[in-house]
């Protein structure tokens, strides 16, 4: 999370976070953070100063576990994982529908090039 964070996370940004110690590291980095310590279950998802945070996870692990419940995890999660980030990353586009997002999504893999599929299984092995 230290590296993450002094990567990531411009100086003098000031983090909200939950109870989980993996985010002490943010300290380390030199940020400023505060945790909320919400517990579990349905009282600790209700914690207004972390709602959005609450619903992309929800929103995330049910995309995952729902879409992709047959899938190897430890070995394809990566790929999924991009591919959500990819969808949020546009969700606020003003002119963001899914039906334009088909069409975009062609053409960036249409310029991409071609790539074996031995090419295509090294790169995703080497980006784990």
């Known amino acids: 999370m230290h590296t ?3 990567q990531a996370l411009a100086p003098g940004t000031h983090v909200v976070r ?4 993996a985010f002490t590291g943010v300290g380390w980095a030199g940020l400023t ?3 909320i310590v919400t517990g579990s279950g349905r009282k600790g998802a209700q914690q207004p100063r972390l709602r959005w945070v609450n619903t992309i ?3 995330l692990k049910t995309a995952l576990s729902g879409t992709h419940h047959a899938v190897d995890f430890p070995k394809y999660g990566t790929r999924y994982l991009r591919a959500h980030a ?3 990353n546009r969700r606020f586009n003003r002119r963001f529908n899914l039906a334009a997002m088909v069409p ?3 053409s960036a893999l249409a310029g991409a ?3 074996t599929e031995q090419q295509l ?3 995703a092995e080497t980006q784990r």
């Open 4 to 6: 993450w964070a002094q």
């Open 18 to 21: 939950d109870g989980l110690t």
């Open 33 to 35: 953070h505060n945790a």
């Open 57 to 59: 996870l929800g929103n």
């Open 86 to 88: 990819y969808r949020f």
């Open 104 to 106: 975009r999504l062609a």
């Open 113 to 115: 090039g071609r790539l």
């Open 121 to 123: 299984r090294t790169t």
